[in-house]
């Protein structure tokens, strides 16, 4: 019975994963494409602060390599990324968990530019690409969307007793 519970667990958390992937990668139209918000990082940090014994900096590891595959770019970009962004909220996962649901947003938001800016300081070591600032607004929406996303992914662990 607790393993059938454990292994239904871990497909409601990879389902999880499989539909933020499938978000990031949904195309936005051309003017809109710089709000598109970090889906994958987002339901990321949501396991790592309700779970960290289950979701880990490996996982962030597995997930950007994942999103790297899936949009075409170099190989290990994101996978850094979101282990350094995972690491940083596992290392202080219970300060963050007691915080206002607006001071998660605030420093997820302030997290996800972060990455932006380690994806292109990646890129850039790579290729030759140049800095927008537009895709910053991304960390607005993400400001605006964690609480939301953050009640959804609780509502769904709950349903689901996933411990």
């Known amino acids: 019975m607790a393993s059938s519970h454990l292994m239904r667990g871990r497909i409601i958390i990879w389902l999880s994963f499989l539909i933020a992937l499938t978000l990031q990668a949904a195309p936005w139209p051309g003017a809109l494409e710089v709000l598109r918000p970090s889906w994958i990082i987002l339901v990321t940090f949501y396991w790592v602060l309700a779970l960290p014994h289950r979701v880990n900096v490996g996982t962030a590891m597995v997930l950007g390599i994942l999103w790297d595959l ?81 009640l959804l992914m609780r509502r769904v662990r709950r349903h689901w007793s996933i411990r």
């Open 70 to 150: 899936l949009l075409g770019t170099t190989l290990g970009i994101r996978g850094m990324t979101m282990a350094i962004l995972v690491y940083l909220v596992a290392a202080n996962f219970k300060v963050l968990r007691n915080l206002a649901l607006w001071q998660q947003a605030a420093i997820f938001s302030g997290l996800t530019l972060l990455g932006k800016i380690l994806e292109f300081m990646g890129e850039f070591l790579v290729h030759d690409v140049s800095f927008n600032a537009h895709f910053l607004w991304a960390g607005v929406l993400n400001f605006l969307l964690w609480p939301w996303l953050f």
